[in-house]
């Protein structure tokens, strides 16, 4: 199984890959934090199109790579890939790697914003060939790219689709000026960097375009929406319009092409965004039918190479899937049987889908990538994320319990290994977005916690996503009110069940999370021992207003922001900073000098209204980290900092008198 499957790589390469869950070595009682920290010693993989090459992100050597392997797992490639942060990896055939990073750029005069995340794809010949990045070689785009449309073969040659930002050049060609930031889509020959552009961008600056790409390489559908009246068209292949409306929200997105190449199907809500619904209307013309209208889709499953609808992934605590073929089902219905009790999400998969590749997790499971061949019937482990033995890992399970107003509310809840579940300390995770929710997966930063002692409490709160519309609206305008009180409900209910010590509870979260942690001892008062803000937001105010000035003030945005927060007065009565003087409990902020989505004058007004006040804070800078804490070195130094904090703040050992 594993090391067959790594037969023929020198012992000792993939960090992440060599003990397997549940190894017998002695592992200490307490893992070091550096095996939570670090970004993971297997990150991603995907299967080429025919199923002959994996190729793998991962950590060998101390090192992260690229690692290409053959049917008889034998690298054909291994290239550095060092800090960038990747975000995802895919094939064009057998012969091309596809890497999509990021990294925070400064922008240059007529940009409303100081610095964003910008994006590329770089393509990685396996046969040696050097690396280079998609458009890079045209002097009219500038700012990566905005987004990716998809790959396909013609003619025995690859193409892939990227939008990216057009500059328009003057009569001689000598200089190029940025007229707009909207982008345009570009075909890119992916053995030799041709490009062409294929599609305009929407002229109007109050507005924004999407596409559909066929099998053909062409445009099978688009969708224009119009900021300032909430307008949107949907276009077929010939320009044709297919289907219009309005949504002042800017709830309207395209979804895909349906499962017979000849409809398109795109999403919308109602005028009040609480209700969505997929439509499915020919492209021939004809009338547009709801799809899936019963069903809470979590993903969608689309066929990389004809952007088909060809499954998707139901919402709920663990994974299931429907697909429209009976081989596709007969498949993953096989695969869910063949690992009980863990939750399996489809990560990749070959043309035929015959060879698929998954991600585990589960009880005494911290995250295992398995290569599944559907002809031999098996299924290899190339990967764990984390390199665990399962006696360390804490328990996990969803629990329910009702808010102060009779809400059902859910959480995961993960225990301290090798402990009792009586009178524990408690680490309170709140997730961000805040639309998200969490699910009983492994969580690095929760079984860390979990690791020193501390149970952990992630609550999906009211405006969560993954239960239904109306729960997600239910959180509209509860910034700091009935979203605060979900979390510290959940708090109460462990406490009467006997699980922990309310009086030993600290709250930490990241971005909303660490509003939420904030709000937690400001908002509210007397319920943590301390309080951890990672990219937290005390500012609601500055934030909407950051938020409205970096988007060229969009109505779109605007509307949304006033629907689920508020406006004026009501920010300024949820915000953390108007309550410093309330604080009785120390506060750790932690935030990143390249943070592109929460300011970080967030965390530093914070604390400098926390000091003016008399209160105890720390402020932990991490420079050159971004929002997502990227890199392994930023990802550590947080949990460093916020373990550290919890320990001698709420110490796990320690009697309350």
């Given at each position: 199984?594993?090391?067959?499957?790594?037969?023929?790589?020198?012992?000792?390469?993939?960090?992440?890959?060599?003990?397997?869950?549940?190894?017998?070595?002695?592992?200490?009682?307490?893992?070091?934090?550096?095996?939570?920290?670090?970004?993971?010693?297997?990150?991603?993989?995907?299967?080429?199109?025919?199923?002959?090459?994996?190729?793998?992100?991962?950590?060998?050597?101390?090192?992260?790579?690229?690692?290409?392997?053959?049917?008889?797992?034998?690298?054909?490639?291994?290239?550095?890939?060092?800090?960038?942060?990747?975000?995802?990896?895919?094939?064009?055939?057998?012969?091309?790697?596809?890497?999509?990073?990021?990294?925070?750029?400064?922008?240059?005069?007529?940009?409303?914003?100081?610095?964003?995340?910008?994006?590329?794809?770089?393509?990685?010949?396996?046969?040696?060939?050097?690396?280079?990045?998609?458009?890079?070689?045209?002097?009219?785009?500038?700012?990566?790219?905005?987004?990716?449309?998809?790959?396909?073969?013609?003619?025995?040659?690859?193409?892939?689709?990227?939008?990216?930002?057009?500059?328009?050049?003057?009569?001689?060609?000598?200089?190029?000026?940025?007229?707009?930031?909207?982008?345009?889509?570009?075909?890119?020959?992916?053995?030799?960097?041709?490009?062409?552009?294929?599609?305009?961008?929407?002229?109007?600056?109050?507005?924004?375009?999407?596409?559909?790409?066929?099998?053909?390489?062409?445009?099978?559908?688009?969708?224009?929406?119009?900021?300032?009246?909430?307008?949107?068209?949907?276009?077929?292949?010939?320009?044709?319009?297919?289907?219009?409306?309005?949504?002042?929200?800017?709830?309207?997105?395209?979804?895909?092409?349906?499962?017979?190449?000849?409809?398109?199907?795109?999403?919308?809500?109602?005028?009040?965004?609480?209700?969505?619904?997929?439509?499915?209307?020919?492209?021939?013309?004809?009338?547009?039918?709801?799809?899936?209208?019963?069903?809470?889709?979590?993903?969608?499953?689309?066929?990389?190479?004809?952007?088909?609808?060809?499954?998707?992934?139901?919402?709920?605590?663990?994974?299931?899937?429907?697909?429209?073929?009976?081989?596709?089902?007969?498949?993953?219905?096989?695969?869910?049987?063949?690992?009980?009790?863990?939750?399996?999400?489809?990560?990749?998969?070959?043309?035929?889908?015959?060879?698929?590749?998954?991600?585990?997790?589960?009880?005494?499971?911290?995250?295992?990538?398995?290569?599944?061949?559907?002809?031999?019937?098996?299924?290899?482990?190339?990967?764990?994320?984390?390199?665990?033995?399962?006696?360390?890992?804490g328990p996990m399970k969803m629990i329910r319990y009702k808010a102060q107003d009779g809400l059902d509310v859910e959480a995961v809840l993960t225990l301290p290994p090798g402990r009792e579940s009586k009178n524990l300390p408690v680490v309170v995770m709140p997730h961000g977005g805040p639309t998200a929710r969490d699910y009983p997966g492994f969580d690095y930063w929760a079984q860390a916690f979990a690791s020193r002692g501390y149970v952990v409490l992630q609550p999906n709160f009211r405006g969560s996503t993954g239960y239904g519309a109306s729960f997600e609206a239910a959180g509209h305008g509860e910034?700091?009110?009935?979203?605060?009180?979900?979390?510290?409900?959940?708090?109460?209910?462990?406490?009467?069940?006997?699980?922990?010590?309310?009086?030993?509870?600290?709250?930490?979260?990241?971005s909303y999370g660490g509003y939420a942690a904030l709000a937690g001892v400001t908002l509210q008062q007397g319920i943590y021992r301390c309080a951890v803000s990672v990219a937290g937001i005390g500012d609601v105010l500055a934030m909407v207003r950051t938020d409205i000035k970096e988007s060229g003030g969009s109505s779109t945005l605007i509307r949304n922001l006033k629907k689920e927060i508020g406006t004026g007065r009501d920010l300024k009565l949820v915000s953390p900073i108007r309550y410093v003087d309330k604080v009785t409990a120390p506060v750790l902020l932690i935030h990143g000098k390249d943070d592109?989505?929460?300011?970080?004058?967030?965390?530093?007004?914070?604390?400098?209204?926390?000091?003016?006040?008399?209160?105890?804070?720390?402020?932990?800078?991490?420079?050159?980290?971004?929002?997502?804490?990227?890199?392994?070195?930023?990802?550590?130094?947080?949990?460093?900092?916020?373990?550290?904090?919890?320990?001698?703040?709420?110490?796990?050992?320690?009697?309350?008198?």
């Amino acid at each position: 199984m594993l090391r067959g499957f790594w037969r023929g790589i020198a012992i000792g390469l993939f960090l992440g890959v060599l003990a397997p869950v549940g190894s017998a070595l002695a592992a200490p009682p307490q893992p070091p934090l550096s095996t939570y920290g670090k970004l993971a010693g297997f990150e991603m993989a995907a299967v080429s199109s025919s199923g002959d090459h994996v190729a793998i992100i991962g950590t060998m050597d101390g090192i992260r790579r690229l690692i290409v392997l053959d049917r008889d797992n034998k690298p054909v490639l291994i290239n550095n890939v060092g800090q960038l942060k990747l975000r995802d990896i895919a094939w064009a055939g057998d012969t091309q790697v596809l890497l999509t990073r990021s990294n925070t750029a400064n922008l240059g005069i007529g940009f409303t914003a100081n610095k964003a995340e910008l994006w590329g794809t770089i393509v990685i010949p396996i046969d040696g060939g050097k690396p280079w990045n998609v458009l890079s070689n045209r002097k009219d785009v500038t700012g990566g790219i905005m987004g990716d449309y998809g790959v396909v073969q013609r003619e025995g040659r690859w193409y892939g689709y990227f939008s990216a930002i057009t500059l328009e050049s003057g009569a001689d060609r000598s200089q190029y000026n940025l007229l707009s930031t909207n982008p345009a889509l570009y075909e890119v020959d992916l053995q030799n960097g041709q490009s062409r552009r294929v599609a305009n961008r929407i002229e109007s600056d109050e507005g924004w375009r999407t596409w559909l790409v066929g099998a053909d390489g062409k445009v099978g559908a688009s969708l224009d929406y119009w900021n300032n009246t909430g307008n949107w068209v949907v276009r077929g292949a010939n320009g044709d319009t297919v289907a219009k409306g309005t949504n002042k929200l800017g709830g309207i997105g395209l979804v895909a092409f349906g499962p017979g190449g000849d409809s398109v199907i795109y999403r919308t809500e109602d005028s009040e965004g609480n209700e969505a619904k997929w439509l499915e209307m020919p492209l021939g013309g004809g009338e547009a039918k709801e799809i899936l209208g019963d069903v809470y889709v979590h993903r969608k499953i689309i066929d990389p190479h004809t952007r088909r609808l060809i499954g998707y992934r139901l919402e709920g605590d663990y994974p299931a899937y429907k697909f429209y073929k009976p081989f596709h089902q007969k498949v993953m219905d096989a695969v869910m049987k063949a690992f009980p009790g863990r939750s399996v999400s489809l990560e990749s998969w070959n043309e035929g889908f015959t060879r698929l590749i998954l991600y585990t997790e589960g009880p005494e499971d911290p995250g295992i990538w398995q290569a599944v061949d559907i002809k031999t019937g098996r299924a290899d482990e190339i990967g764990i994320s984390y390199v665990l033995p399962s006696e360390a890992i804490g328990p996990m399970k969803m629990i329910r319990y009702k808010a102060q107003d009779g809400l059902d509310v859910e959480a995961v809840l993960t225990l301290p290994p090798g402990r009792e579940s009586k009178n524990l300390p408690v680490v309170v995770m709140p997730h961000g977005g805040p639309t998200a929710r969490d699910y009983p997966g492994f969580d690095y930063w929760a079984q860390a916690f979990a690791s020193r002692g501390y149970v952990v409490l992630q609550p999906n709160f009211r405006g969560s996503t993954g239960y239904g519309a109306s729960f997600e609206a239910a959180g509209h305008g509860e910034w700091g009110r009935k979203m605060q009180t979900d979390i510290s409900d959940g708090l109460a209910h462990l406490a009467k069940e006997g699980i922990i010590d309310p009086k030993r509870a600290c709250i930490t979260g990241a971005s909303y999370g660490g509003y939420a942690a904030l709000a937690g001892v400001t908002l509210q008062q007397g319920i943590y021992r301390c309080a951890v803000s990672v990219a937290g937001i005390g500012d609601v105010l500055a934030m909407v207003r950051t938020d409205i000035k970096e988007s060229g003030g969009s109505s779109t945005l605007i509307r949304n922001l006033k629907k689920e927060i508020g406006t004026g007065r009501d920010l300024k009565l949820v915000s953390p900073i108007r309550y410093v003087d309330k604080v009785t409990a120390p506060v750790l902020l932690i935030h990143g000098k390249d943070d592109t989505v929460v300011a970080y004058s967030q965390s530093s007004e914070m604390a400098e209204a926390l000091r003016a006040a008399g209160k105890t804070v720390e402020l932990v800078t991490l420079p050159g980290a971004d929002h997502w804490l990227s890199t392994s070195e930023t990802r550590l130094r947080m949990l460093e900092a916020s373990v550290a904090f919890v320990l001698k703040h709420n110490p796990p050992d320690s009697v309350t008198p």
